[in-house]
């Protein structure tokens, strides 16, 4: 099975992690705005780093599933 993120999901999963950190940490009033810019401008979908971004989670994301896949191939009827 083969499963991968397009640029709208890891935008919205990006997004999702960055409210709750900046709801559940103790930043700054200027350090809230750093991060909130940062996110805008540099994690957009389509922009470099967005882009590396989303390889590093469909990498991340194969990898995860081929060892899931290998762990239910070796799993003993025993167990």
């Known amino acids: 099975m083969r ?7 890891a935008w919205a999963m990006l997004s999702t992690v960055m409210q709750q ?11 809230r705005a750093a991060l909130r810019r940062w996110r805008s401008e540099q994690m ?6 967005s882009k590396a971004l989303l390889e590093r989670l469909n990498q991340d ?3 995860l599933m081929k060892g899931k896949e290998r762990s ?3 799993k003993h009827d025993w167990v």
């Not at 499963?3 to 999901?9: A, G, N, P, S």
């Not at 103790?26 to 350090?31: Q, R, T, V």
Request: no cysteine.
């Open 3 to 9: 499963v991968q993120i397009d640029d709208e999901e």
């Open 21 to 31: 950190v900046l709801e559940d940490a103790d930043f700054s009033d200027e350090d």
């Open 44 to 49: 957009r979908p389509g922009r470099d780093a």
């Open 61 to 63: 994301l194969e990898r």
């Open 72 to 74: 239910r191939i070796q």
